[in-house]
C-alpha cells in the first residue's frame, strides 16, 4: 500500500510527444501572383493593347470579354483569366455581346499584321515598308499602331531588339553576341539607350545588376507598410505592403544580384518627406528621381506630378495635357507602372465619371490615399 501511496504522490513524467512535421501549404509562385495582378491592372485600364493576349471570365455572369470591354468592371474575386476564347469556352463560360472576344476588327488585323512582320523581321523595317506589306498608308498605320501598342512602330521595333538583347544576356550570352544577334547595327546604338531601358550597362544587367548599390527602408504608414529604396543618384522605388518582408523579397526578386541594404538611417531624408506628405504637413514631394522611363512615360509622369493635392485628373485629361488626347489607354499603362508611389501621385488620376479605375497598390488605398488628401 505504501508503494503504491509513494507511487501516486510522485509527480507523473510523460513520454515527450514527438512533434508532426507541418504539410506546407502550397503557395503560389510570386511569378504567377504579379502576373494576375498585371492583368488585372490591365483590365482595370481598359488596355486595348492586350485584347487577343487573353480574355476574362466573369463566374457571376458566366462571360467572358477581352480586357478593352467597356462595360462595367466586376469585383476582383469573381473574375478568372484564360490565355485566349477557346480556353474560356471549354471552361464552361460564354463570348460578351458587346466587346465579341471571339472576334477580331478590321483595324486590329492590321495592326496584329504588322506585328507579326516586325517580330520576324531580320533587320530594322522602315514605317514605308511596313505599311506597304501591311496594306494601309504609312499615316494611318503609324496613328493605329500607336493608338493599340503605345509605341511607333519604331519604338515597338527598339523595345523588341532590347527585349531579345535581354534574354541572350539572360542565357548567359556575352555583351557583343547579344546586341548582334538582338539586331543592334553597333555597340554604341545599344550603350546610347542602354542606361534607360535597362537601368544599368548590359554587363551589369547580365550579372543580374551585380555591382549596383541599392538602399532601401521599410516604415509604418496609414496605408500599411512602405518600402523605400534609393541609388546614389535618388529615389528609385516606393512601394506598399502588408508584410516588410514580402515587400523586401519582392525587390531582391527584381534586383536579385545587386548590392542590397537596409539602412533606415540612411534613407531617412526620402522616408520623412513622404511620411510628412502623407501627413498633408508636405503638400510637395521634390526628392531626386533615379527611374528608368520611356520618353512616354517620363511625359506622363511628368504631368502626374504637377497635379495639386487634392485634386484629380481622368485619363484623358492627363492625355490632353501631354499633347497625345488619343493615347488615354497607354496614360493608364503608363500610371500602372509608376516605380515611386506618392513621389509620382498616379492616384490622383480617375475615370471621366470619377471612378478610381484601378491602383497597383491596392483600390482601398487608393480611396484612402484621395481621402487623406482633401
Known sequence: ?????????????????????????????????????????????????????????????????????PSRRPRRDSV????????????????????????ISEQAQYVLRARQLLDNAEGVVTLAQLSKRVG????????????????????????RRMQHMKAGLRRGD?????????????????????????????????????????????ASTPLGRMLVAATDRGLCAVRFGESA???????????????????????????EPLLANLRGENTMIDLPLDIRATAFQKKV??????????????????????????AVRAVARACATNPVAIAVPCHRVVRSDGGLAGYRWGMERKKKLLKMEQ
Open 301 to 326: 509622369w511628368e504631368a502626374l506630378r504637377q497635379i495639386p493635392r487634392g485634386e484629380t485628373r481622368s485619363y484623358s485629361e492627363v492625355a490632353r495635357e501631354i499633347g497625345d488626347p488619343r
Open 245 to 271: 518582408m514580402d515587400l523586401e523579397h519582392g525587390l531582391r526578386k527584381e534586383f536579385h544580384a545587386a548590392g542590397l541594404r537596409r539602412d533606415d538611417a540612411a534613407l531617412r531624408r526620402y522616408v
Open 174 to 218: 556575352d555583351v557583343t553576341t547579344a546586341l548582334y544577334d538582338a539586331g543592334f547595327g553597333s555597340p554604341s546604338r545599344l550603350y546610347e539607350n542602354a542606361n534607360q531601358q535597362l537601368g544599368m550597362t548590359p554587363g551589369t544587367y547580365r550579372r543580374g545588376g551585380a555591382g549596383a548599390t541599392i538602399t532601401f527602408a521599410v
Open 1 to 69: 500500500m505504501e508503494a503504491v501511496i509513494r507511487s501516486m504522490s510522485k509527480p507523473r513524467r510523460f513520454a515527450r510527444k514527438g512533434r508532426i512535421a507541418a504539410v506546407p501549404a502550397p503557395r503560389y509562385s510570386v511569378d504567377m501572383q504579379t502576373e494576375l495582378h498585371n492583368k488585372w491592372q490591365q483590365v482595370l485600364a481598359r488596355d486595348a493593347r492586350q485584347d487577343g493576349r487573353f480574355v476574362f471570365a466573369v463566374r457571376t455572369t458566366g462571360v467572358f470579354c477581352r480586357p478593352s470591354c
Open 136 to 159: 494601309l498608308s504609312p499615316f494611318h498605320l503609324q496613328r493605329l499602331f500607336k493608338r493599340a501598342t503605345g509605341l511607333s512602330p519604331r519604338e515597338y521595333q527598339s523595345a
Open 80 to 103: 478568372e483569366f484564360f490565355a485566349g476564347p477557346r480556353e474560356a469556352e471549354r471552361a464552361g463560360y460564354r463570348a460578351c455581346l458587346r466587346c465579341k472576344p471571339t472576334q
